[in-house]
T-cell receptor
Framework: GAVVSQHPSRVICKSGTSVKIECRSL??????MFWYRQFPKQSLMLMAT?????????EQGVEKDKFLINHASLTLSTLTVTSAHPEDSSFYIC???????????????FGPGTRLTVL | QKEVEQNSGPLSVPEGAIASLNCTYS??????FFWYRQYSGKSPELIMS????GDKEDGRFTAQLNKASQYVSLLIRDSQPSDSATYLC??????????FGTGTRLTIIP
């Protein structure tokens, strides 16, 4: 159980275009989803936290107008990188947690990640 | 100011030996602690969670927590080459978010 998927796994786009990444919890309802970014040889950096039906909470320094997050249902959250530039190239990873999952409220289960390359 | 400290390594351990990974965290109210394993180019995978002081065992893995010392560790017994990865310590400081350490790169030498 506790499987999280992401799509696409890899995307290459031109500078100035927008890219949408989907994160789905396949076998549980995720009350909270998280979006991380990881640059090579660095640790995970939390970008934002989203709860179903409410606006995402962004970490300091993360531009909410550039990284649009939608959490429309308990199994789906999307991250849209708008007007992407080469410096946005990174490994984007989502995770999900559930209040109802095995009685543990804060365990995060990660998706496989999306590698974004902006040319 | 770092809130989670891990030795970045690399830590090299012979196959079959015990690998010991350590993590210290800053003085905050920490309720739960997680260890994740991350293979190169892949996303993190949950290994263990621990909530109470003491030891918690799961197969070849043992997590040890000492809240008074602000210290959590992960022991891997009978280390295998497939255990070679980066291990991330992630405390929850009480706000549903995890704070990740920079990770310890572990290499198991056959």
């Amino acid at each position: 159980g506790a499987v999280v998927s992401q799509h696409p796994s890899r995307v290459i786009c031109k500078s100035g275009t927008s890219v949408k990444i989907e994160c789905r919890s396949l076998d549980f309802q995720a009350t909270t989803m998280f979006w991380y970014r990881q640059f090579p040889k660095q640790s995970l950096m939390l970008m934002a936290t989203s709860n179903e039906g409410s606006k995402a909470t962004y970490e300091q320094g993360v531009e909410k107008d550039k990284f649009l997050i939608n959490h429309a249902s308990l199994t789906l959250s999307t991250l849209t990188v708008t007007s992407a530039h080469p410096e946005d190239s990174s490994f984007y990873i989502c995770s999900a947690s559930s209040e109802r999952l095995a009685g543990v409220t804060d365990t995060q289960y990660f998706g496989p990640g999306t590698r974004l390359t902006v040319l | 100011q770092k809130e989670v400290e891990q030795n970045s390594g690399p830590l090299s351990v012979p196959e079959g030996a015990i690998a010991s990974l350590n993590c210290t965290y800053s003085d905050r109210v920490s309720q739960s602690f997680f260890w994740y394993r991350q293979y190169s180019g892949k996303s993190p995978e949950l290994i263990m969670s621990i909530y109470s002081n003491g030891d918690k065992e799961d197969g070849r893995f043992t997590a040890q927590l000492n809240k008074a010392s602000q210290y959590v560790s992960l022991l891997i017994r009978d280390s295998q080459p497939s255990d070679s990865a980066t291990y991330l310590c992630a405390p929850n400081f009480g706000n549903e978010k995890l704070t990740f350490g920079t990770g310890t790169r572990l290499t198991i030498i056959p």
